[in-house]
């Protein structure tokens, strides 16, 4: 069985460019939600996908959205990049729709912004 | 929305030891309630969970309590051994949105 899995491990970007984050779900699962993680602090939640829609937010702008495709796995959009934005990425599938379950994270996907 | 709070920040026991860590949530619609445990370099996984009809929960030397009318709840390690280091989050889940305290560092000394 294959864990949930996310690319690119590390990646640079600067302020104002645009980055695009993937995760491919563990086997079985249908939801897949996207954490961020900032240095020293716990996940903070942005979404929730299940079935290719979105099903739950987090406090976060617009300019952070996601996709999820056909095969479940998913992709986590962020515009107009932040200085704040630096952060270890995570995703996390589970097997059910509503997010009351165990979340299978992935070892994520750090962002640094310049 | 939902705010968990997670004390303490930091934790270091001898090994052998026993160690808490107790987290607090806002939203009385909170029904589920998991503690992760991160290593470094690697992502959170789930080392024990509770659910709100159930007040304590037991695997090995890991037990979580929980009081919902407090709205709090607890994580006790007992024996714990150097593996036993990592960040430890709590959370407090309603349907579709998981919520995570700030983490607590523990740190066993052989």
Redesign the interface.
Known sequence: ETG?TQSPTHLIKTRGQQVTLRCSSQSGHNTV?W?QQAL??????IF?Y?REEE??R??FPPRFSGLQFPNYSSELNVNALELDDSALY?C?SSPTG???????????SRLTVL | ?EN?E?HPSTLSVQEGDSAVIKCTYSDSAS??F?W?KQEL??????II?IRSNVGEKKDQRIAVTLNKTAKHFSLHITETQPEDSAVY?CAA???????????TRLTVKP
Do not use: C, H, W
């Open positions: 949930v939600s954490y020293g602090q716990g996940p903070q939640f929730q299940y099903n739950g987090g406090n995570l996390a509503q997010n009351t379950g165990e979340l299978f994270f992935g070892e994520g | 929305g968990v997670q029904n589920y998991p992760y370099g690697k992502g959170p996984q789930l969970d989050f889940s309603i349907p579709n949105d998981m919520r995570f305290g700030a983490g």
